[in-house]
């Protein structure tokens, strides 16, 4: 099969695109014949070799995908050959007390596609079972690649431990990447107000037409924090998303109202920052790590999407073999949504 991988960390000139072997489903895992696969930052990591060197080489890459069941491995039965699926890309040991109360996220072994197992930007990619879904069919295979990652991330943030309510409000900085699209999208679908930040005025208007109240150009804007309160008439907001990280952290802690939520799902920009911790007892801030999303999560993400037709903002598509062009133009930060990689028609 065709597939891009790596043989060692680096950047994007050491992602190849040629011949790998053609996996084989174990017990309790699918073969998917892959016909789209999407870009999200943690192919970054995973390439540079952030999380240590603890991905074996040669290593595909990718998380998300959406494609056609075409084995099934020994005691699989819920599954069709040829159904059209989705792929959740988190998987868990299904054992432990997290997995049994519904928290598959909060399993010691929880992992992805992608990092702790063989990626998606290939023909062909073998999976739990239990991480895959059929696919709205709403969607085309692009859209449905481009879904999974980023908006089960954004649904768990907002939907489970922020527990945004219609009505309320949420800064989220960095719009354009994909976890900040879908917090949009997210936020609007259950009638919250959004904040968008950005230094495009291009992805400012953009966020404005997807129905973002106000956008604020953090480039020209020398108290991001100050302009939010303006305009929500010194209260702040209810929510500051972050998958930016030590960059946008103060921002949050400033900007939420008092007894506000912050829910952070990355670090793009550093894992180090400051806290001001009287400021979080004094205005009683809850401050939420997430990762990802529970199986729970994935389907209620996936329902709320076959009943009000939200498709998932697609910046580009590119062919496998353009897949280094794919990931510069998601690291240089240009893309208004997700960057779609086309593996089969």
Partial sequence: MRAAYIEQYGGTENI???ERPDPQPGAGEVLLDV?????????????????GDSVPRPHVLGSDAAGVVA???HGVDHLELGQE??????????RCAACRRGQQSECEEFGLVGFQRPGTYAEKVTVPATSVY?????????????????HVTAWRMLMHRAKL?????????GIGGGVAMAGLQTARLIGARAIVTSSSDGKLEAAAKMGAEHGINYERTEDVAAKVRDLTDGRGVDVALDAVGAATWPIDLEAVRKAGRVVICGVTTGAEATTNL???YWNQLSLLGSTMGSDEDFREMLAAVEATGLKPVIDRTYPLDQVREATDRMERGEQMGKLVIEVAK
């Fill in 71 to 73: 084995e099934l491995g």
């Fill in 35 to 51: 016909k789209a696969a999407a870009l999200n930052h943690l192919d970054v990591w995973v390439r540079i070799g952030r999380g």
């Fill in 165 to 173: 309510r219609p009505g309320e409000t949420v800064l989220i900085h």
């Fill in 278 to 280: 009287q400021a979080v």
């Fill in 85 to 94: 699926v989705v792929l959740n890309p988190g998987f868990s040991c299904r």
């Fill in 134 to 150: 059929p696919k709205p069919a709403s969607l085309s295979f692009g859209e449905a690649a481009a879904l999974a990652l980023a």
């Fill in 16 to 18: 190849l695109v040629g």
